[in-house]
């Protein structure tokens, strides 16, 4: 499956973003789809999972309550709204998918498990500044 990331940009803090993840080549319904982020100078870490079977969502820490993940299987697509955007929201947005019966919890977690890809979109950007 070939995966690219969209809809990155520039906001000022308290601002919203939708990111988007399409497929191609393949349906997205058998994966485990994740959105990553890694800022300047920092390693990637997990942003948000959602499952391919009953569409279970996880969220890292500093997410919760401001990015929704969700499906939307007729568009192939996998989005990330992002609200309420704050400067060290800044990063590049990657978004990767997973073998379908992998913890979506466990992903975000364990960095060592993104290794476990089988593919990566291409990065988004976001910047949050005023």
């Known amino acids: 499956v070939q995966l690219q990331a969209s809809g990155g940009g520039v906001v000022q803090p308290g601002g919203s973003l939708r990111l988007s993840c399409t497929a191609s080549?393949?349906?997205?319904?058998?994966?485990?789809i994740g959105w990553f982020r890694q800022a300047p100078g920092k390693g990637r870490e997990g942003v948000s999972t959602i499952s391919d079977s009953d569409g279970s969502t996880y969220y890292a820490e500093s997410v919760k309550g401001r990015f929704t993940i969700s499906r939307n299987r007729a568009e192939n697509t996998v989005y990330l709204q992002m609200n309420s955007l704050r400067p060290e929201d800044t990063a590049d947005y990657y978004c990767?998918?997973?073998?379908?019966?992998?913890?979506?919890?466990?992903?975000?977690?364990?960095?060592?498990?993104?290794?476990?890809?089988?593919?990566w979109g291409k990065g988004t950007q976001v910047t949050v500044s005023s």
């Open positions: 080549g393949s349906t997205l319904d058998a994966y485990t």
């Open positions: 990767a998918a997973f073998p379908g019966h992998y913890h979506g919890g466990s992903i975000i977690a364990r960095p060592s498990l993104q290794t476990l890809a089988l593919s």
